[in-house]
Antibody, heavy 117, light 110 residues
Framework: QVQVVQSGSELKKPGASVKVSCKAS????????MNWVRQAPGQGLEWMGW????????TYAQGFTRRFVFSLDTSVSTGYLEISSLKAEDTAVYYC??????????WGPGTLVTVSS | QSALTQPASVSGSPGQSITISCTGT?????????VTWYQQHPGKAPKLMIY???YRPSGVPDRFSGSKSGITASLTISGLQAEDEAHYYC??????????FGGGTKLTVL
């Protein structure tokens, strides 16, 4: 049974950085890619990109290529999303979604990141 | 790339059927049979309802069905129930190896 646990909510000031963690279990970690999806308050879903957990190669969607960094620690089956130079518009719930197929079936619970002075 | 186009809202009475459309382009919906539908209740993570246009994961009622014609995919829910009230999002794989979501449709069960 695949389980996904994400780190807790964060409140950050503009200009700061945040690192969200995503620990997956119930499968061999490097056999599923790790996707990240953003949902701003009251808004829709936005695919941010994914991390190839086998090669460590990240792919970023348009709009997520500068201040957003995906990383891994395969020894603890955990993926990370780090956002630097935070802006108010980064306020959102960030979901990690391990996937080995052409669909997203195992969604994490989401991590709310609030950026406010 | 722009988001896939969905109606902002649809509604129906219990027992009725509704259809939600999802329009893309020849670079995404029209190019691949990798259209997915997700259901999201307030404050919850999205839930996979339909994958690869027509397939239902285990546990999803057969009241939910998917289809596609050209650049438009559709989700049909028959025999509407109160618990179906939620937001629904479509998604498609694209020709630049990325995923696009629709803007979401709020389903209201009257």
């Amino acid at each position: 049974q695949v389980q996904v646990v994400q780190s807790g909510s964060e409140l950050k000031k503009p200009g700061a950085s945040v690192k969200v963690s995503c620990k997956a279990s119930g499968y061999e970690f490097t056999t599923y890619g790790m996707n990240w999806v953003r949902q701003a308050p009251g808004q829709g879903l936005e695919w941010m990109g994914w991390m190839n957990t086998n090669t460590g190669n990240p792919t970023y969607a348009q709009g997520f290529t500068r201040r957003f960094v995906f990383s891994l620690d395969t020894s603890v089956s955990t993926g990370y999303l780090e956002i630097s130079s935070l802006k108010a518009e980064d306020t959102a719930v960030y979901y990690c979604v391990p996937s080995a197929e052409y669909f997203f079936d195992y969604w994490g619970p989401g991590t709310l990141v609030t950026v406010s002075s | 790339q722009s988001a896939l186009t969905q109606p902002a809202s649809v509604s129906g009475s219990p027992g009725q059927s509704i259809t939600i459309s999802c329009t893309g382009t020849s670079s995404d919906v029209g190019a691949y049979n990798y259209v997915t539908w997700y259901q999201q209740h307030p404050g919850k993570a999205p839930k996979l309802m339909i994958y690869e246009v027509v397939y239902r994961p285990s546990g999803v009622p057969d009241r939910f069905s998917g289809s596609k014609s050209g650049i438009t995919a559709s989700l049909t829910i028959s025999g509407l129930q109160a618990e179906d009230e939620a937001h629904y999002y479509c998604s498609s794989y694209t020709n630049i190896n990325s995923w696009l979501f629709g803007g979401g449709t709020k389903l209201t069960v009257l």
